[in-house]
């Protein structure tokens, strides 16, 4: 099997060194990203009240199904990420790390959630009780 990485236009371009360096690159952007989500799953878990309301929001029996993942803030780097199950998961961390007190900037900055006027519609309705 081919590795999708592999596939990618930065990998097929440059020398095996510019390869290299990308790889070192990625490899710590996976790391950060895999810590990032295993103490965003451990916050929430903490929490009863906050893994019921992940379970309820997206349908799980065990709030421990949750890997501890966050989609981005931007879909490709310049439109917002709109997803009503990324508002909820921004709003469940978000409030799960403010009450263990261990809110950091970088957390402000990934998990900053999206303004108003770019949330789906359906998501703001259900939030305002009806009304968009």
Same mark, same amino acid.
């Given at each position: 099997?081919?590795?999708?990485?592999?596939?990618?236009?930065?990998?097929?371009?440059?020398?095996?060194? =510019?390869?290299?360096?990308? $790889? &070192?690159?990625?490899?710590?952007l *996976?790391? +950060?990203?895999?810590? @990032? !989500? =295993?103490?965003?799953r451990? $916050? &929430?878990?903490?929490?009863?009240? *906050?893994? +019921?309301?992940?379970? @309820? !929001?997206?349908?799980?029996?065990? $709030?421990?199904?949750?890997?501890?993942?966050?989609?981005?803030?931007?879909?490709?780097?310049?439109?917002y990420?709109?997803?009503?199950?990324?508002?909820?998961?921004?709003?469940?961390?978000?409030?799960?790390?403010?009450?263990?007190?261990?809110?950091?900037?970088?957390?402000?900055?990934?998990?900053?959630?999206?303004?108003?006027?770019?949330?789906?519609?359906?998501?703001?309705?259900?939030?305002?009780?009806?009304?968009?």
């Amino acid at each position: 099997m081919r590795s999708v990485i592999a596939q990618l236009p930065m990998w097929r371009q440059g020398n095996p060194e =510019t390869n290299m360096v990308r $790889a &070192v690159q990625l490899a710590g952007l *996976l790391d +950060a990203s895999r810590n @990032s !989500a =295993t103490r965003y799953r451990a $916050a &929430v878990l903490d929490h009863p009240d *906050l893994a +019921a309301r992940l379970c @309820s !929001a997206f349908g799980y029996t065990d $709030a421990r199904q949750w890997k501890g993942y966050v989609p981005p803030r931007l879909d490709d780097g310049s439109r917002y990420n709109s997803s009503p199950s990324r508002a909820v998961l921004v709003e469940l961390v978000t409030e799960a790390l403010k009450r263990n007190d261990d809110w950091t900037d970088d957390d402000a900055e990934r998990l900053n959630p999206v303004p108003e006027a770019h949330i789906q519609a359906p998501w703001r309705e259900q939030q305002n009780g009806g009304t968009a």
